[in-house]
Protein backbone atom coordinates (compact mmCIF):
# COMPACT_ATOMS: atom_id res chain seq x y z
CA UNK A 1 0.00 0.00 0.00
CA UNK A 2 2.42 2.16 0.93
CA UNK A 3 4.65 1.84 -2.43
CA UNK A 4 1.47 2.27 -4.36
CA UNK A 5 0.86 5.31 -2.63
CA UNK A 6 4.22 6.75 -3.14
CA UNK A 7 3.60 5.88 -7.07
CA UNK A 8 0.70 7.99 -6.48
CA UNK A 9 2.10 11.37 -5.02
CA UNK A 10 5.39 10.91 -7.66
CA UNK A 11 3.24 10.84 -10.37
CA UNK A 12 1.03 13.78 -8.63
CA UNK A 13 4.17 15.49 -8.47
CA UNK A 14 5.44 14.98 -12.32
CA UNK A 15 1.91 16.39 -13.65
CA UNK A 16 1.62 19.41 -11.90
CA UNK A 17 5.44 19.75 -13.43
CA UNK A 18 4.47 19.66 -16.38
CA UNK A 19 1.97 21.90 -16.16
CA UNK A 20 4.29 24.45 -14.52
CA UNK A 21 6.83 23.89 -17.10
CA UNK A 22 3.71 24.51 -19.83
CA UNK A 23 2.68 27.58 -17.75
CA UNK A 24 6.27 28.93 -17.74
CA UNK A 25 6.89 27.94 -21.36
CA UNK A 26 3.86 29.92 -22.49
CA UNK A 27 4.43 33.17 -20.24
CA UNK A 28 8.42 33.44 -21.67
CA UNK A 29 6.60 32.77 -25.27
CA UNK A 30 4.46 35.27 -25.52
CA UNK A 31 7.07 38.08 -23.88
CA UNK A 32 9.59 36.39 -26.58
CA UNK A 33 6.85 37.51 -29.35
CA UNK A 34 6.03 40.88 -27.88
CA UNK A 35 8.92 42.56 -29.68
CA UNK A 36 8.49 41.11 -32.96
CA UNK A 37 4.46 41.78 -32.99
CA UNK A 38 5.76 45.42 -32.23
CA UNK A 39 8.65 45.49 -34.82
CA UNK A 40 5.77 44.59 -37.60
CA UNK A 41 3.45 46.74 -36.40
CA UNK A 42 5.73 49.90 -36.62
CA UNK A 43 7.05 48.83 -40.05
CA UNK A 44 3.56 48.41 -41.90
CA UNK A 45 2.40 51.57 -40.20
CA UNK A 46 6.55 52.96 -41.99
CA UNK A 47 5.56 51.70 -45.20
CA UNK A 48 1.85 53.25 -44.76
CA UNK A 49 3.61 56.54 -43.31
CA UNK A 50 6.08 56.84 -47.18
CA UNK A 51 3.01 55.51 -49.09
CA UNK A 52 0.40 58.14 -47.46
CA UNK A 53 3.17 60.99 -47.72
CA UNK A 54 3.76 60.43 -51.50
CA UNK A 55 0.06 61.00 -52.21
CA UNK A 56 1.00 64.66 -50.44
CA UNK A 57 4.09 65.34 -51.95
CA UNK A 58 2.07 64.08 -55.18
CA UNK A 59 -0.95 66.48 -54.41
CA UNK A 60 1.17 69.84 -53.43
CA UNK A 61 2.76 69.42 -56.52
CA UNK A 62 -0.64 68.81 -58.47
CA UNK A 63 -1.71 71.82 -56.58
CA UNK A 64 0.94 74.40 -57.23
CA UNK A 65 0.44 73.22 -60.87
CA UNK A 66 -3.71 73.81 -61.01
CA UNK A 67 -2.76 76.99 -59.04
CA UNK A 68 -0.78 78.32 -62.30
CA UNK A 69 2.81 76.81 -61.55
CA UNK A 70 5.81 76.79 -58.52
CA UNK A 71 5.01 80.40 -56.06
CA UNK A 72 4.56 80.64 -52.41
CA UNK A 73 1.12 81.77 -53.01
CA UNK A 74 0.09 79.01 -55.20
CA UNK A 75 1.16 76.75 -52.33
CA UNK A 76 -1.25 75.47 -49.87
CA UNK A 77 -2.00 77.61 -46.53
CA UNK A 78 -3.66 74.64 -45.20
CA UNK A 79 -3.58 70.69 -45.39
CA UNK A 80 -7.41 71.08 -46.14
CA UNK A 81 -6.68 72.97 -48.94
CA UNK A 82 -5.43 69.29 -50.64
CA UNK A 83 -8.58 67.98 -50.52
CA UNK A 84 -9.81 71.20 -52.99
CA UNK A 85 -11.25 70.11 -56.45
CA UNK A 86 -9.75 71.82 -59.24
CA UNK A 87 -12.00 72.33 -62.86
CA UNK A 88 -9.84 71.54 -65.79
CA UNK A 89 -11.35 72.04 -69.27
CA UNK A 90 -15.10 70.57 -67.36
CA UNK A 91 -13.48 67.67 -66.39
CA UNK A 92 -12.75 67.50 -61.71
CA UNK A 93 -9.63 66.61 -60.59
CA UNK A 94 -9.15 65.43 -57.38
CA UNK A 95 -5.58 66.26 -55.42
CA UNK A 96 -5.78 63.69 -52.72
CA UNK A 97 -7.27 61.32 -50.93
CA UNK A 98 -8.94 62.61 -47.35
CA UNK A 99 -7.06 59.22 -45.53
CA UNK A 100 -3.66 60.45 -46.94
CA UNK A 101 -4.46 63.80 -44.46
CA UNK A 102 -3.84 61.47 -41.31
CA UNK A 103 -0.11 60.24 -40.50
CA UNK A 104 -0.68 56.42 -39.63
CA UNK A 105 2.05 56.59 -37.22
CA UNK A 106 -0.36 58.85 -34.51
CA UNK A 107 -3.39 57.87 -35.76
CA UNK A 108 -3.78 61.85 -36.27
CA UNK A 109 -3.23 64.56 -38.79
CA UNK A 110 0.55 65.40 -40.51
CA UNK A 111 2.24 68.52 -38.83
CA UNK A 112 2.54 70.90 -41.55
CA UNK A 113 6.54 72.16 -42.77
CA UNK A 114 6.03 75.73 -43.74
CA UNK A 115 8.50 78.13 -45.47
CA UNK A 116 10.87 79.60 -43.07
CA UNK A 117 10.73 75.93 -40.91
CA UNK A 118 13.86 75.44 -39.49
CA UNK A 119 13.41 71.46 -40.11
CA UNK A 120 14.19 72.43 -43.75
CA UNK A 121 17.56 73.37 -43.50
CA UNK A 122 18.19 70.38 -41.40
CA UNK A 123 16.76 68.20 -44.06
CA UNK A 124 18.27 69.71 -46.56
CA UNK A 125 21.47 69.83 -44.92
CA UNK A 126 21.19 65.94 -44.57
CA UNK A 127 19.84 64.79 -48.43
CA UNK A 128 22.36 66.88 -49.54
CA UNK A 129 24.72 64.81 -48.33
CA UNK A 130 23.30 61.47 -49.15
CA UNK A 131 22.73 62.80 -52.85
CA UNK A 132 25.80 63.97 -53.35
CA UNK A 133 27.31 60.94 -52.07
CA UNK A 134 25.47 58.41 -54.11
CA UNK A 135 26.21 61.22 -57.49
CA UNK A 136 30.21 60.88 -56.73
CA UNK A 137 29.55 57.11 -56.59
CA UNK A 138 27.71 57.39 -60.17
CA UNK A 139 30.02 59.56 -61.86
CA UNK A 140 32.89 57.28 -60.90
CA UNK A 141 31.07 54.26 -61.84
CA UNK A 142 30.75 55.92 -65.37
CA UNK A 143 28.92 54.29 -68.40
CA UNK A 144 24.95 54.09 -67.82
CA UNK A 145 25.37 54.93 -64.19
CA UNK A 146 25.86 58.53 -64.92
CA UNK A 147 22.13 58.90 -65.60
CA UNK A 148 21.58 58.46 -62.52
CA UNK A 149 22.74 61.90 -61.77
CA UNK A 150 20.11 63.80 -63.60
CA UNK A 151 17.80 61.80 -62.12
CA UNK A 152 19.33 62.90 -58.67
CA UNK A 153 19.56 65.99 -59.03
CA UNK A 154 15.98 66.65 -60.18
CA UNK A 155 14.83 64.93 -57.12
CA UNK A 156 16.36 67.80 -55.25
CA UNK A 157 14.57 70.59 -57.14
CA UNK A 158 11.49 71.10 -55.27
CA UNK A 159 13.80 70.94 -51.67
CA UNK A 160 16.07 73.42 -53.03
CA UNK A 161 13.56 75.74 -54.09
CA UNK A 162 11.70 75.82 -50.29
CA UNK A 163 15.14 75.95 -48.97
CA UNK A 164 16.30 78.77 -50.96
CA UNK A 165 12.47 80.58 -50.05
CA UNK A 166 13.49 80.17 -46.33
CA UNK A 167 16.19 82.15 -46.82
CA UNK A 168 18.38 79.04 -45.98
CA UNK A 169 22.15 79.01 -47.52
CA UNK A 170 22.50 76.05 -49.92
CA UNK A 171 26.27 76.93 -50.54
CA UNK A 172 26.92 77.28 -47.00
CA UNK A 173 25.82 73.66 -45.35
CA UNK A 174 27.46 74.86 -42.20
CA UNK A 175 25.50 77.98 -41.78
CA UNK A 176 23.64 77.88 -38.85
CA UNK A 177 19.63 78.18 -38.20
CA UNK A 178 20.49 81.83 -36.84
CA UNK A 179 20.97 82.86 -40.96
CA UNK A 180 19.36 84.87 -42.61
CA UNK A 181 16.02 82.54 -42.05
CA UNK A 182 13.14 84.92 -41.54
CA UNK A 183 14.08 87.38 -43.86
CA UNK A 184 13.97 85.98 -47.51
CA UNK A 185 11.98 87.86 -50.63
CA UNK A 186 11.29 85.80 -53.37
CA UNK A 187 10.87 86.86 -56.82
CA UNK A 188 7.33 87.24 -56.14
CA UNK A 189 7.02 89.85 -53.36
CA UNK A 190 6.38 87.17 -50.51
CA UNK A 191 8.42 88.17 -47.67
CA UNK A 192 8.44 85.43 -45.06
CA UNK A 193 9.37 88.03 -42.15
CA UNK A 194 5.88 89.54 -43.08
CA UNK A 195 3.76 86.80 -42.55
CA UNK A 196 2.71 85.12 -39.55
CA UNK A 197 4.49 81.68 -39.20
CA UNK A 198 1.39 79.64 -39.10
CA UNK A 199 -0.17 81.24 -42.60
CA UNK A 200 3.00 80.71 -44.88
CA UNK A 201 2.85 78.36 -47.33
CA UNK A 202 3.27 74.46 -46.66
CA UNK A 203 5.72 72.19 -48.50
CA UNK A 204 5.70 69.14 -46.60
CA UNK A 205 4.67 67.25 -44.08
CA UNK A 206 6.46 65.53 -41.15
CA UNK A 207 5.31 62.73 -38.08
CA UNK A 208 4.96 63.63 -34.26
CA UNK A 209 6.27 60.20 -33.77
CA UNK A 210 9.52 60.61 -31.70
CA UNK A 211 10.60 57.17 -32.25
CA UNK A 212 13.45 55.56 -34.54
CA UNK A 213 12.65 55.34 -38.33
CA UNK A 214 13.32 51.16 -39.43
CA UNK A 215 13.92 52.67 -42.91
CA UNK A 216 17.24 54.70 -43.54
CA UNK A 217 15.94 57.96 -44.73
CA UNK A 218 18.93 59.58 -46.10
CA UNK A 219 20.34 59.18 -42.36
CA UNK A 220 17.73 60.62 -40.49
CA UNK A 221 17.14 59.35 -37.36
CA UNK A 222 13.82 59.82 -35.94
CA UNK A 223 9.95 60.52 -37.39
CA UNK A 224 9.49 63.95 -36.06
CA UNK A 225 12.80 64.62 -38.02
CA UNK A 226 12.31 62.86 -41.46
CA UNK A 227 10.70 65.46 -43.67
CA UNK A 228 8.26 64.43 -46.54
CA UNK A 229 7.98 66.38 -49.39
CA UNK A 230 7.07 66.30 -53.22
CA UNK A 231 10.05 64.97 -54.80
CA UNK A 232 11.89 63.49 -52.72
CA UNK A 233 12.09 59.13 -53.36
CA UNK A 234 12.24 56.85 -50.85
CA UNK A 235 14.83 54.52 -50.48
CA UNK A 236 13.70 51.10 -50.90
CA UNK A 237 13.76 48.87 -47.52
CA UNK A 238 16.50 46.02 -47.82
CA UNK A 239 13.63 43.62 -45.96
CA UNK A 240 16.17 40.74 -45.00
CA UNK A 241 18.49 43.15 -43.20
CA UNK A 242 15.71 43.87 -40.39
CA UNK A 243 14.19 40.89 -39.61
CA UNK A 244 14.61 40.50 -35.57
CA UNK A 245 16.23 38.32 -33.88
CA UNK A 246 14.50 37.32 -30.32
CA UNK A 247 15.91 35.47 -27.29
CA UNK A 248 18.65 32.84 -27.92
CA UNK A 249 21.56 35.66 -27.42
CA UNK A 250 20.71 37.06 -31.04
CA UNK A 251 21.68 40.62 -32.03
CA UNK A 252 19.14 43.43 -32.03
CA UNK A 253 17.92 44.17 -35.48
CA UNK A 254 19.56 45.78 -37.87
CA UNK A 255 19.20 49.01 -39.79
CA UNK A 256 18.04 48.57 -42.95
CA UNK A 257 20.39 49.94 -45.81
CA UNK A 258 19.60 52.09 -48.35
CA UNK A 259 19.70 50.98 -51.80
CA UNK A 260 18.04 52.38 -54.94
CA UNK A 261 15.21 54.62 -55.11
CA UNK A 262 12.08 53.26 -55.00
CA UNK A 263 10.84 55.17 -58.07
CA UNK A 264 8.46 52.21 -59.21
CA UNK A 265 4.28 53.52 -58.91
CA UNK A 266 3.23 52.09 -55.71
CA UNK A 267 0.44 49.56 -55.85
CA UNK A 268 -1.64 49.12 -52.47
CA UNK A 269 -3.40 45.77 -52.93
CA UNK A 270 -3.43 45.73 -56.99
CA UNK A 271 -5.60 49.12 -56.95
CA UNK A 272 -2.51 51.12 -58.81
CA UNK A 273 -1.13 49.68 -61.85
CA UNK A 274 0.79 51.68 -64.25
CA UNK A 275 -1.49 54.05 -66.05
CA UNK A 276 -4.25 53.63 -63.62
CA UNK A 277 -6.92 56.45 -63.64
CA UNK A 278 -8.14 55.66 -60.44
CA UNK A 279 -8.57 59.11 -58.17
CA UNK A 280 -6.76 57.29 -55.84
CA UNK A 281 -3.66 56.91 -57.45
CA UNK A 282 -2.23 60.38 -58.24
CA UNK A 283 -0.47 61.30 -61.44
CA UNK A 284 2.87 62.97 -60.88
CA UNK A 285 2.24 66.56 -62.28
CA UNK A 286 4.94 69.22 -62.23
CA UNK A 287 8.72 67.98 -61.55
CA UNK A 288 9.55 65.36 -63.26
CA UNK A 289 5.97 64.43 -64.52
CA UNK A 290 3.64 64.67 -67.02
CA UNK A 291 2.23 67.97 -68.11
CA UNK A 292 -1.44 68.40 -66.67
CA UNK A 293 -4.55 68.74 -68.79
CA UNK A 294 -5.02 72.39 -69.61
Not at 51 to 67: C, L, S
Not at 211 to 222: C, D
Request: a positive charge; glycine letters at 12%.
Amino acid sequence: MKIRQKQHESGYALLSLLVAMTIGLTIMASMLSKPTAQFTSQRESEEEMFFRAQNIGDGITKYYTFKGGLAPQNLPAKLEDLLTEFNVKGVPQHVIRKASLVDPMTGKEWKPIRLGDPLIGEFYRACKKATDEKMAVALAAGGAATQEVARLQQQMQFLTWAAQNSGISITNLNQGEDGEEGRSTTGSGFTLGGADSDSRPIVGVVSTFKKPLIRNYYGISTYDKALLMPGIQTPVMNMGAILPVVGGGGSAPTQPTETEPDTAPKLRGGQCPPGSTDPRCPRNFGLGGTTPPQ
